[in-house]
């Protein structure tokens, strides 16, 4: 018969820089989930790879002197590159594509001309706001403050004659995907979509750039490259041979079971995605499942702030599965979680080497013990025995139901209940007391065998997550490849009972947490001060060129100290404060000022700060503003930095500045 199938994917990478451990926690979910389908016996096809063109690459290419794809090339496939890291983090992907294989390039070239030929990609004009490091295009309305709603950076004013996407045609379409299958998930997402980017009107998306170079030509307007979205959507496709000859998958495989994506590239999978595939008449992918992010200290990583974990020293510490099951054990996939080595290293100690170690180890060691290894013929079950064997016959179930959701992480506490089970059963078994009596010797016998076969079916569920440690536990528990698949994993019952089973090395050894968190700081330290060193800030001051004033005229200007007695955001505004001011007077002066993104505003409170008094009102959301306080601006790696002018708590409030 044939083998039912299953396609699933990661996004494919930026090489702008080296992977995260963000990056590593996609990928090693995805590859749980591939595994965990091949254990179940599905053909299984899990597609990774990288995402190499764009402007962002170009430049970071031309800041290093070479050219875009040796930039790339060295990341993906040097030392330490992307292929390298998911070699040791034990990543069994099917195929790898790089969106700038010959194949890819073709593809895209027809997808492009298709929608072209069909009407649904038009040549307009593009003016509007572009986030150079997200590569995304937005509409004043879109802006968040001004800034890119995802990443919160700066963006630039662009015009150019560009080609669009049809996108508004497919809006509602798209909408009663969203809003009546369970296409995208978790469910909470798709509130986001439709009320963030559908309610207020899908806009026609533009596809192509003029301004760079470093992207699949438009074949019939050589001008233009693809936008760099549109040519890596359809890498799902093109990597099963979509409109190319290199691979014949596509029939297979085609459409996929379910992407596994970052939150904050859900928008161009749920809704650019399903429109650009439904204008090309191609069925549409199963599922979208948009996963949390991984924070660390509550805030997103950055490579330039240093503040990026790097998954090589932790799988090179503590080992590729370790990392793995911290990873999808530790977070609920589809909500952020805050990433730390105390948490680390408490996984490992508590559920690796305490948990499954200990149970592994006191089985093999007591076999050994208690019979040479071999275990004699057991006897019947006891009343003892029922309930750990009904909890480990209904895991496998229960274990599905969970892994089907994406919820690997209750599916691997459901495993984690029955190891506990089964701990607590030794000791109320006591079996060092069973093996003083020769009479009590085949009780002993099947207590180890309920034992060695608890940890048989937890170790074929814990396959997709830690592989390299189940083979161990098998070889341990003499567990052969035919007795630990999917089928026998819901059945209790069969080791032979009459087992031979050998205390191995110890599978996790216990770490010492204070001393290895303490390196691990020191490594961060040196991390941070590396990158900060790299990335010395680019500081830029406004040049001069206002006009001269005259003296007369600049003494007109009434510059005064003032303290600060309270402050506080206006409500509805993210850029407001409401400072109440002593100015002297002995009436309290009212100022609003647009500084939230860079202050708190109790950190402010009882500071001295320059304002000029002598300004005529203003109303800003609907509350007066009696002048404005002074700070100093400039530009720092490409965003706008300030700071109050504070000056001396002797100054006393009113004192004149001149
Ligand atoms: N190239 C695009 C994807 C194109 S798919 C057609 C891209 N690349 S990326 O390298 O920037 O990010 C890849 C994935 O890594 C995204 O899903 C992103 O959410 C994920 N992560 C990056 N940092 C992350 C965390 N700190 N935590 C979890 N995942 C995060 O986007």
């Known amino acids: ?13 930026y090489p702008s820089d080296k992977l995260h451990i963000g990056h590593t926690y996609c990928t090693v979910a995805t590859d749980a989930m591939a595994r965990y389908k091949r254990l179940q016996g599905y053909d299984v096809m899990f597609l990774t790879g990288t995402d190499e063109h764009g402007q962002k690459i170009e430049t970071k290419a031309q800041e290093a002197g070479v050219t875009p794809k040796q930039f790339v090339d060295n990341i993906v496939e040097g030392p330490k590159g992307v292929k390298d890291l998911w070699k040791l983090m034990n990543v069994s992907y099917d195929r790898f594509i790089r969106t700038t294989d010959e194949y890819h390039v073709e593809s895209v070239q027809k997808i492009f001309k298709k929608m072209y030929e069909k009407g649904d990609i038009y040549k307009g004009k593009y003016k509007g706001k572009y986030c150079t490091p997200c590569e995304s295009f937005w509409t004043e309305s879109q802006l968040k403050d001004g ?21 508004s045609k497919y809006a509602d379409r798209v909408r009663d995907l969203l809003e009546n299958t369970d296409f995208l998930q978790p469910r909470s997402r798709v509130n986001e979509m439709i009320h963030n980017f559908i309610d207020p009107g899908l806009e026609d ?8 170079s470093w992207g699949i030509p438009v074949d019939f307007d050589s001008k233009h490259v693809v936008y760099v979205w549109l040519d890596a959507l359809f890498n799902y496709t093109t990597a099963l041979g979509f409109l190319n000859e ?91 979680g805050n990433f730390s080595n105390e948490l680390l290293i408490n996984t490992i100690n508590v559920d690796l080497a305490n948990d499954l170690g200990n149970l592994l180890s006191r089985t093999t060691a007591m076999a050994d013990k208690y019979f040479g290894g071999t275990l004699s013929e057991a006897q019947a079950e006891g009343d003892e025995d029922a309930e750990l064997i009904a909890m480990a016959s209904a895991l496998r179930d229960k274990y599905e139901a969970q892994m089907e959701k994406y919820q690997m992480q209750n599916a691997l506490s459901e495993v984690f209940n029955v190891i506990a089970r089964a701990n607590k059963y030794i000791d109320e078994t006591a079996p060092w007391v069973l093996a003083k009596d020769e009479a009590t010797k085949p009780r002993l016998a099947r207590v180890l065998y309920n034992l060695a076969e608890t940890l048989r079916i937890c170790g074929t569920l814990l396959l997709p997550f830690i592989p390299d440690t189940c083979t161990k536990i098998f070889e341990q528990i003499g567990a052969d490849a035919d007795l630990t698949t999917w089928e026998k994993a819901a059945a209790f019952g069969v080791l032979s009972k009459t087992a031979t089973l050998h205390k191995g090395e110890n599978i996790f050894p216990r770490i010492d947490a204070a001393k290895e968190i303490a390196e691990l700081e020191e490594l961060e330290n040196a991390q941070k001060a590396k990158a900060q060193a790299a990335v010395a800030p680019a500081i830029e001051v406004e040049p001069q060129t206002t006009e001269d004033v005259d003296f007369d005229t600049f003494c007109k200007s009434d510059f005064r100290a003032v303290k600060v007695k309270a402050c506080e955001a206006v409500a509805k505004s993210k850029k407001l404060l409401r400072f109440t001011l002593d100015d002297g007077t002995g009436t309290d002066r009212q100022i609003l000022s647009g500084i939230h993104k860079w202050y708190e505003p109790e950190a402010l409170v009882g500071k001295t700060l320059v304002a000029i008094v002598n300004l005529p009102p203003r109303k800003m959301m609907g509350l007066d503003s009696n ?24 100054i006393p409030a009113g004192a004149k500045l001149c």
Do not use: Q
Request: charge should be negative; include cysteine.
């Open 1 to 13: 018969m044939e083998k039912k199938r299953f396609y699933i994917t990661t996004p494919i990478y």
């Open 147 to 167: 800034c890119c709603p995802d990443c919160g950076r700066p963006v630039v004013d662009a015009e150019e004659e560009a080609y669009f996407f049809r996108l």
């Open 205 to 212: 998306l533009c596809v192509s750039r003029t301004s760079f």
């Open 246 to 336: 290199t691979y014949s998958d596509y029939d297979k495989f085609w459409p996929a079971d379910v992407h596994f994506v970052g939150k904050e590239i859900v928008r161009f999978h749920s809704i650019i995605w399903p429109a650009m595939l439904m204008s090309m008449d191609m069925p549409l992918p199963k599922h979208v499942y948009g996963h949390g992010w991984l924070l660390l200290d509550g805030g997103k990583m950055s490579k330039s702030k240093g503040n990026v974990v790097d998954p090589y020293v932790l799988a090179e510490r503590y080992s590729a599965d370790a990392l793995r099951f911290f990873l999808l054990r530790t977070f609920p996939f589809g909500t952020d």
């Open 627 to 650: 002048g404005m306080l002074l700070s100093a601006v400039h530009t720092e790696n490409g965003e706008e930095a300030l700071n109050l002018i504070m000056v001396d708590d002797k």
